[in-house]
């Protein structure tokens, strides 16, 4: 138990603007790959105070829609931008011309471009539109959704690492130290079972189909177009399949939720 604890604290070093507890982090460093499969629980536990958040607010009489603004916008804060920037990076990586060396090229570039602003705002109002949608059909739904989005999607993070090659071989993901198959299979499964855990009590059994279909049409395509053009990952994808994935089940779930 102490060590899944110590690979929680250490994946949300990294993933999250939580405060860092040293005492995770003591003895031989650790590879972040090694803590993969605790991804989804840092989604869970960064997503939480979102979650309360649109509840609150909801209670208060505001509107789904600018709760869910409210909520997704401390969902990215409490993140640091993190998997906001590897969206934008990668779009505007993957959606010109650009062949695998200037793809690669261009998503190190710390400047933003034309693809990049778009799927940042697109990616934004999509999340918010669509956790509006949810919690317009009841509160608790709206609440339990945000978790539930959070850790399928890192889970599905955690996968993509491990099943595709480093595109940018010494870039950041892969000095991190790439996570075994098993190890972002384990992700995958705790990230799932988490979600369905938050999601039935919202659309029932229906959350065994339709959001796991639309995330894994989401996580798939992602992945054949990586491989396609780039020949792997690099850690600007990884945050792009967070973000993909996590709007891929919030439409799911959205489908099943609204009249």
């Known amino acids: 138990m102490i060590r899944l604890v110590h690979s929680t604290l250490r994946a949300g070093a990294f993933l999250t603007r939580l405060p860092t507890v040293t005492r995770a982090f003591a003895g031989p460093p650790v590879p972040l790959g090694r803590d993969a499969p605790a991804f989804p629980v840092v989604g869970l536990l960064v997503a939480?105070?979102?979650?309360l958040l649109l509840a609150g607010l909801l209670q208060a009489g505001l509107?789904?829609?600018?709760?869910?603004?409210?909520?997704?916008?401390?969902?990215?804060?409490?993140t640091g931008a993190l998997h906001e920037d590897g969206l934008g990076d990668t779009a505007d990586g993957l959606f010109g011309h650009a062949d695998r060396i200037r793809a690669l090229a261009i998503m190190k570039d710390s400047r933003i471009g034309t693809y990049g602003a778009l799927a940042l705002f697109g990616a934004l109002a999509l999340r918010i539109a669509l956790v509006a949608d949810i919690a317009g059909a009841s509160t608790l739904a709206g609440a339990l959704a945000l978790p539930a989005a959070a850790a399928v999607s890192r889970g599905a993070m955690a996968l993509l690492w491990s099943a595709l090659p480093s595109a940018d071989p010494g870039g950041l993901a892969d000095r991190m130290g790439r996570p075994s198959p098993?190890?972002?299979?384990?992700a995958t499964a705790v990230g799932f079972g988490s979600a369905l855990l938050f999601g039935i009590p919202v659309g029932g059994w229906s959350v065994l189909l339709l959001p796991p279909l639309t995330a894994a049409i989401a996580f798939i395509a992602l992945r054949r177009v990586l491989k396609r053009r780039l020949g792997g990952?690099?850690?600007?994808t990884l945050g792009a399949c967070q973000q993909l994935v996590e709007i891929a089940w919030l439409l799911g779930l959205a489908l099943l939720t609204t009249p």
């Open 48 to 51: 939480a105070p979102p979650a």
């Open 63 to 78: 509107s789904p829609l600018a709760a869910s603004a409210f909520a997704v916008l401390l969902l990215v804060a409490l």
């Open 182 to 186: 098993a190890a972002g299979w384990w």
């Open 233 to 236: 990952q690099t850690g600007d």
